[in-house]
């Protein structure tokens, strides 16, 4: 009898561990166990680079939104009303 039991437990588990595998948190727990398996110093090395090169594209956006902004300052000024800059006599 017991041995129908476990059986029929192990059967019954076979699905369950399949759908929990094929699970986002499965994946996740898989994608974890990996990361480890490769000592974990890489993943910190490619961090460093994504991250360096994320401020290498910061410095170019803020350059380029400065030269924006220069740019519209001196479109707002050629559309200036020039009445407004004469006195009147």
């Keep these: 009898m017991w041995i ?3 059986i029929l437990v192990v059967a019954l588990m076979i699905p ?7 699970s986002p948190l ?3 727990i898989a ?7 490769e000592g974990g ?3 910190v090395r490619q961090l460093e ?14 350059r380029s939104l400065t030269g924006a902004r220069e740019e519209i ?3 707002q000024h050629l ?6 800059k004469r006195k009147p006599s």
């Design 31 to 37: 994608r974890r166990l990996d990361s480890q398996g």
């Design 26 to 28: 499965g994946r996740s």
């Design 49 to 62: 680079r994504r991250i360096e090169a994320l401020e290498g594209e910061l410095e170019d956006l803020n």
């Design 73 to 75: 300052q001196f479109m």
């Design 16 to 22: 369950v561990a399949a759908i929990l595998v094929d």
């Design 41 to 43: 110093g890489g993943s």
């Design 4 to 6: 129908l039991a476990v």
């Design 79 to 84: 559309l200036e009303d020039p009445r407004k």
